[in-house]
């Protein structure tokens, strides 16, 4: 019995090819489920048809799975173990560990899928290849690497640094972080600008709202325009009495001061003239006191010259 396949059948055929089977496999399992049509003479054109749509189905599902493909071909795996002599690793890596390796990285691909013939079980590069759409397939990098190779690496390379290098490093690191202190810089200028923004935006939606209610109360009924001058005229009272009060707090500010450099002048004043009648004091007796020496001087030469005699 002749069919043509509507879908890939393992160990059968592929999808829009005309096969042979045993007439109770193809009458019982393969028509009813919808899998394959039976080829006869007189549907022979119908199948021909048939297999012309199922051939350009096929080509656009070819070309709808390049991109993958090649996104996959420039694709590496790494894995990471233990290893003894000869490079030998403890363990393996399998094909569920490269799948759940690319599952990782974005990639949904079936295990049988990946064609590899048994695990690694040494260190080194492979290339894996995957089957992805009937002949077609992508070949993968996977690396095996030896555990703490990576920091073994790093260490001989900082080794093998010249001082013109590590200066070269410390200078990098420098200007990156004078970088990150202008953005930072540049950000909180930012921000306060945008505050600044934010508040004359507010200012400007509260002056334009005061004046549409402005001009909502003036649009009033005939009878209610003494209400709304009345309560413009209140407004406006409040208006300058909070204007007078900062103008008063100032003019008290300056009373006050005022009032204490004169207080200040005339303390000094004050003691200007305790320090002159001070100084009249103290003049005088000094005067006193001069002749009363000179007095008692001239009694004694007097004395001692009526005792010499």
Same mark, same amino acid.
């Given at each position: *019995?002749?069919?043509?396949?509507?879908?890939? *059948?393992?160990?059968?055929?592929?999808?829009?090819? !005309?096969?042979?089977?045993?007439?109770?496999?193809? /009458?019982?399992?393969?028509?009813?489920?919808?899998?394959?049509?039976?080829? &006869?003479?007189?549907? *022979?054109? *119908?199948?021909?048809? +048939?297999?012309?749509?199922?051939?350009?189905?096929?080509? %656009?599902?070819?070309?709808?799975?390049?991109?993958?493909?090649?996104?996959?071909?420039?694709?590496?795996?790494?894995?990471?173990?233990?290893?003894?002599?000869?490079?030998?690793?403890?363990?393996?890596?399998?094909?569920?560990?490269?799948?759940?390796?690319?599952?990782?990285?974005?990639?949904?691909?079936?295990?049988?899928?990946?064609?590899? +013939?048994?695990?690694?079980?040494?260190?080194?590069?492979?290339?894996?290849?995957?089957?992805?759409?009937?002949?077609? /397939?992508?070949? !993968? %990098?996977?690396?095996?690497?030896?555990?703490?190779?990576?920091?073994?690496?790093?260490?001989?390379?900082?080794?093998?640094?010249?001082?013109?290098?590590?200066?070269? &490093?410390?200078? +990098?690191?420098?200007?990156?972080?004078?970088?990150?202190?202008?953005?930072?810089?540049?950000? &909180?200028?930012?921000?306060?600008?945008?505050?600044?923004?934010?508040?004359?935006?507010?200012?400007?939606?509260?002056?334009?709202?005061?004046?549409?209610?402005?001009?909502?109360?003036?649009?009033?009924?005939?009878?209610?325009?003494?209400?709304?001058?009345?309560?413009?005229?209140?407004?406006?009272?409040?208006?300058?009495?909070?204007?007078?009060?900062?103008?008063?707090?100032?003019?008290?500010?300056?009373?006050?001061?005022?009032?204490?450099?004169?207080?200040?002048?005339?303390?000094?004043?004050?003691?200007?003239? +305790?320090?002159?009648?001070?100084?009249?004091? %103290?003049?005088?007796?000094?005067?006193?006191?001069?002749?009363?020496?000179?007095?008692?001087?001239?009694?004694?030469?007097?004395?001692?010259?009526?005792?010499?005699?």
């Amino acid at each position: *019995m002749k069919v043509i396949l509507k879908q890939d *059948m393992e160990n059968i055929g592929r999808r829009g090819d !005309i096969v042979d089977v045993a007439p109770g496999y193809g /009458r019982n399992y393969l028509i009813p489920k919808n899998l394959a049509l039976e080829v &006869t003479s007189s549907n *022979m054109k *119908m199948i021909e048809i +048939e297999r012309q749509a199922l051939k350009k189905k096929l080509e %656009k599902e070819r070309e709808s799975y390049q991109d993958f493909i090649e996104k996959l071909k420039e694709t590496t795996v790494t894995f990471k173990r233990k290893a003894g002599e000869k490079d030998v690793i403890f363990g393996s890596v399998s094909s569920s560990d490269i799948k759940d390796a690319l599952l990782e990285l974005g990639f949904e691909i079936d295990k049988k899928k990946i064609l590899i +013939e048994e695990p690694i079980k040494r260190l080194g590069n492979y290339s894996v290849p995957i089957k992805i759409f009937h002949e077609d /397939r992508a070949e !993968i %990098k996977v690396e095996v690497k030896r555990e703490g190779e990576e920091l073994i690496e790093e260490k001989e390379k900082e080794e093998k640094k010249s001082p013109g290098e590590e200066i070269e &490093t410390a200078t +990098e690191e420098k200007v990156v972080s004078k970088k990150e202190e202008k953005e930072e810089i540049k950000e &909180t200028v930012q921000e306060e600008k945008k505050r600044e923004q934010e508040k004359k935006a507010a200012e400007a939606g509260q002056e334009a709202a005061e004046k549409k209610a402005e001009a909502a109360e003036e649009k009033t009924e005939p009878g209610k325009e003494e209400e709304v001058k009345a309560k413009k005229a209140a407004k406006e009272e409040q208006k300058e009495e909070q204007e007078i009060v900062p103008k008063k707090e100032a003019q008290k500010t300056k009373e006050e001061l005022l009032l204490e450099l004169e207080g200040e002048k005339k303390k000094e004043e004050k003691q200007e003239k +305790e320090k002159s009648e001070e100084e009249k004091t %103290k003049g005088p007796k000094e005067e006193e006191t001069k002749p009363d020496k000179k007095e008692r001087k001239k009694e004694k030469q007097e004395k001692e010259a009526a005792s010499k005699k």
